[in-house]
């Protein structure tokens, strides 16, 4: 399947609100939580068990990215909208079925398997033509659609309660929340398949700069430069630190200030979420723009730098003051955010638009590595630090040194990026010809 072309006049800014219908619907992901109580309760899992359709779904993500970018790049996001549509739609009927027949697994493979592997596909589809129709802002492009996938819980996780509160809690009313969920992102994702276009030249600013200007490097070669695992260890490193917070930022702000005269109760906890969860979603806008004006090299010292000083800020000064703790929390997930959203105009910069979404996708390797690294650092080290004796910030302490550590180890990462090298380059001529094969009739 091919997006069409766009005709003589269509404006571009109509391309983000395609790409915003994809990743606010597979942002949902970041509500899964709101099924964990009802799951536990209805089909007597333990807390590890109904937090593995979301862990599976994530490392699918991952993989089907990486698998699946350079199929997106060939087929466009037309394909790539309704691969992911058909997916994650379909992961939710199948995960009514199983809430249906109380068969845990059909869950997981619904949620988790193929609906991960809409969530990996959904993810990268409008990248690339993002940048194809923004290469004056390409942060400020991808920032807008990256954007909801940090958004989309603000919307699903009240959406989510109040269908379980309306349907029920027990297997029933869960599986009817599944299925009404399915068929209303699908109808939401389609408006984005449906008003996709890629752009008519290469130059879709008459003023502005060609789209394919510049270095072109295919992603079988990306992935051969210092550049790729630069970038690599530096998104890595960069979502170690943010989703060490964000994963346990209801617990982690109780226990910093139990032992005060003023202790957080859960409802304050549960606002102090959502708060992160705001300031990641802003951080993927405003700080992926900023970086158009400043560069990615640049931006990322920031990500970097100043959020291993706001690490060193909480852990000598985050429990003598709830706002120091706050400032600091959101600032780093603001940095969170923006990370996930500047990189894809990091590796435009580098290796150009040529197969820009497959070398993003590839990249999302880190994401799933950090995923699974952030939460092990934090809760492994207060579990054990609980079993010493230890309570309140001092749970954390160590954690948090650990986190500053893998955020000078990202800045050195992004210190070292250069300019790839000439080898590495498409020719001319042949990028030409393959850009005139895979130019939609």
Known sequence: MSPPVAPPGWSRWLVPPAALSVHLSIGQAYAWSVFKPPLESALHLDGTESALPFQLAIVMLGLSAAFGGTLVELKGPRWAMTV????????????ALGARTEQYWLIVLGYGFVGGIGLGIGYISPVSTLIKWFPDRPGMATGIAIMGFGGGALIASPWSAQMLESFGTGHSGIALAFLVHGLSYAVFMLLGVLLVRVPRTERPVESGPSAVEGVQVSARSAVRTPQFWCLWIVLCMNVTAGIGILEKAAPMITDFFADTSTPVSVSAAAGFVALLSAANMAGRIGWSSTSDLIGRKNIYRVYLGVGALMYLVIASFGDSSKPLFILCALVILSFYGGGFATIPAYLKDLFGTYQVGA????????WSTAGVLGPLIVNWIADHQEAAGKHGSALYGLS???????????FVANELVRPVHPRHHIPAPKEAADGRREQPA
Not at 84 to 95: D, H, R, V
Not at 400 to 410: A, T
């Open 84 to 95: 992911a549509l058909i997916c994650f739609s379909s992961g939710f009927l199948i995960s």
């Open 359 to 366: 070398i993003h996708g590839r990249l999302l390797t880190a």
């Open 400 to 410: 948090f040194m650990i986190m500053i550590g893998l955020l000078v180890i990202g």
